[in-house]
């Protein structure tokens, strides 16, 4: 195995010089090395510590609606999966084993109650709801009275205890959740309560300890947890735990996609469980930052590479369970909602480690796109698979050969797997945590955008930041900052790619223009205020197919096809069904964009809608583009309003094909 070493920039910047698919510049590599100073051993940038940065606006209001009138606050109402108390007394042991949902694995319920009492934690505490909190207290006293003596925190019993496949990855779903909480309530206890289970799984599966149970790929994803207790703590134990796993993972399953034999070699397609393979790109790219290792750096690069091949034209990858090297068709390929919200995850944690500014983009798209446009905007449903041309949704595969019963919206898809609805409890608040970032200098970075409120300290002194915005319905931020007392410092403003002239004004402040971020600084005092105003385009995103997507800021925009549902499963609760739609009798036959009106958008236009609900904007549009394309069979023009994919969700056509033969354009 090669172990040269490169510097830590170095790394970050080779980490992603490739990965051109994820609408990365070449202008932008170079950013972490530009402005991180002389130090080659940090990250471009930190995040901060749960809870420091708070939602609000649209993207509260959406947390709130989830919790009170949504699955995300009522999951273990609705199936046995996410209520089987699997880490207390449900425990998996030789005498009984937790196997109550539609595989029968023994792990699974462990990853549903795992990651869906993460995204509850977060939503409560991030909404400060008093009653979710109480829930939120009340199940952390419970698993904490059941850690054993040895510290460990996980869904199997002592005698069964880094036995089995499985072990590791509902450790990390729970204790991913835990740590989130220890920040959110400020509870130090449980912080000190994950160190002990995460110790314990270092000195049991570290060099000479036990061998490793392997059988489950998700356990690579323990090292979630320990590069959390790294940053943390500064203990390299954590590092050196996941890098002995990962190269013994490695050797072990050397044709898996993201082993280093296969990330090595370039032409290697990505073919095995999208959400395994997505999630698993967090690891070597942790392990690269970390050691500058030679064989990482590279593998991670080509990682990314790789997912740029199978990113939707929305944002996603393509999951259809496998990727089996399918390309990212609009039509013909679909994505997991819980490949969504791992690819979000990864993306945010290649932003936070290189700084490359094209990665917020990403980011936005995946949240701001897909995985709005996979969900109803009242928060009871979701549909496990999706395709950014969703023509019907009725329980069949897009060409209607076969039977998918993933295809359908439902609040806990308990007849396939509950997985994707406990992951989509974790999108929104993973995406806030991510808003601000600290960069190594010390400056305060917006990394992406929307309405939140950030309370931190920079140089010792308290500082409470409000950005008041309702991006990306609209492309104006306010941000006004309150410092206890004046203290002068930077802010660092990701300047999107889409935006041709962004105008960042702040009185009194040096403002100046580093890679891709806009630097802003000052002796702030109470009441300072910045404005960004950037400037949209109506722009064209070309598919996989040829066919075409019209974007207007971080939105893409659909064409919504009127929908008949049918619902074919009540639940308990009011409220609550799984529901299959076809298309309504009165869609109209497919349209084209018009080419001679390619230079100017396509002739959309966009239009603010008077009455939307500013709170719910994926309820009702906010913002349109009106346009005219042309029927296809005779090429007559009509008028047509596309709406942002989110408020499309049920049926819709995302791309679209133009009037001329064929196009010699590159894609922009």
């Known amino acids: 195995m090669i172990n040269h070493k490169v510097s830590r920039r170095d790394a970050l910047k080779l980490m992603l010089a490739g990965a051109g698919g994820l609408t990365i510049s070449p202008s932008a590599f170079s950013f972490a090395s530009e402005i991180s100073g002389s130090s080659a051993h940090a990250n471009a940038f930190e995040f901060l510590p749960f809870g420091e940065v708070r939602p609000a606006g649209w993207i509260k209001a959406q947390m709130d609606r989830d919790l009170n009138h949504g699955f995300a606050g009522r999951l273990d109402q609705l199936c046995k999966e996410a209520s089987s108390d699997i880490f207390v007394t449900g425990r998996n042991s030789v005498h009984s084993q937790n196997t109550n949902n539609a595989d029968g694995v023994a792990w699974w319920n462990g990853e549903t109650e795992g990651n869906w009492r993460a995204g509850f934690f977060m939503m409560a505490y991030l909404t400060e709801n008093p009653e979710h909190m109480r829930r939120a ?52 206890d449980v912080f000190r309560a994950v160190q002990r289970s995460a110790n314990l799984t270092v000195a049991t599966l570290g060099p000479g300890g036990k061998p490793i149970p392997w059988g489950e790929d998700h356990d690579l994803m323990i090292a979630d947890v320990m590069e959390s207790l790294a940053a943390r703590t500064g203990d390299q134990r954590y590092r050196d735990f996941s890098l002995f796993h990962y190269d013994s993972w490695s050797r072990q399953f050397p044709a898996a996609d993201m082993s280093l034999t296969s990330l090595l070699t370039p032409d290697k397609p990505y073919v095995q469980h999208g959400v395994h393979v997505f999630e698993s790109i967090r690891v070597p790219l942790w392990l690269a930052s970390e050691t500058g290792r030679d064989d990482l750096v590279r593998a991670s690069a080509a990682a990314l590479t790789k997912l740029g091949r199978y990113t939707e034209t929305g944002g996603s990858a393509v999951s259809e369970e496998m990727v089996a090297a399918l390309p990212p068709n609009p039509t013909t390929t679909e994505y997991e909602y819980c490949v969504s919200k791992e690819v979000q995850m990864t993306l945010q944690s290649a932003l936070q480690k290189s700084g490359t500014a094209h990665l917020g983009d990403s980011v936005e798209r995946v949240w701001f796109n897909d995985a709005q446009g996979a969900r109803l905007a009242d928060g009871t449903a979701i549909s496990y698979l999706t395709s950014d041309n969703r023509l019907t949704c009725y329980g069949r595969s897009v060409d209607g050969k076969r039977a998918e019963p993933r295809n359908k919206f439902s609040p806990t898809h308990a007849d396939v797997a509950v997985c994707c609805n406990p992951n989509a409890t974790n999108v929104a608040a993973l995406f806030t945590r991510g808003m601000w970032m600290r960069h190594r200098s010390g400056a305060l970075a917006a990394m992406l955008y929307g309405p939140c409120k950030v309370s931190t300290r920079i140089a010792g002194v308290p500082v409470t930041l409000e950005e008041d915005t309702n991006y990306p319905f609209a492309n104006e931020v306010e941000i006004q900052l309150q410092p206890d007392h ?176 064929s196009h010699s354009e590159p894609a922009l």
């Open 137 to 188: 207290d009340a199940y952390v006293q419970h698993i904490l009275a059941s850690q054993d003596a040895n510290g460990y925190l996980g869904a199997f019993a002592p005698e069964s205890q880094y036995l089995h496949g499985g072990d590791l990855w509902t450790q990390a779903c729970l204790l991913r959740g835990l740590l989130a909480y220890s920040d959110l309530a400020n509870r130090p």
């Open 486 to 661: 004046p203290v002068r410092f930077s802010l660092l403003l990701r300047d999107p790619d889409w935006s041709s002239n962004t105008n960042v004004t702040c009185g009194g402040a040096s403002i100046s223009r580093e890679g891709n971020y806009w630097r802003v600084t000052k002796r702030w005092q109470r009441g300072d205020r910045l404005s960004i105003r950037f400037t949209p385009t109506t722009r064209e995103v070309r598919a996989e197919n040829g066919e075409i997507a019209l974007q207007y800021g971080a939105l893409l925009f659909a064409r919504q096809l009127p929908a008949t549902p049918s619902t074919i499963r009540t639940y308990p609760l009011p409220g609550f069904q799984d529901t299959h739609y076809v298309p309504a009798a009165d869609t109209q036959p497919d349209l084209l964009l018009r080419s001679a009106d390619r230079a100017s958008g396509f002739g959309f236009r966009p239009a603010i809608q008077s009455g939307a609900d500013s709170n719910n904007p994926f309820g009702s549009p906010s913002v349109v583009l009106n346009g005219t394309m042309l029927r296809s069979s005779d090429h007559q023009p009509v008028k047509v309003t596309l709406v942002p994919l989110g408020n499309a969700p049920l049926l819709r056509r995302l791309t679209h094909a133009t009037d001329a033969a």
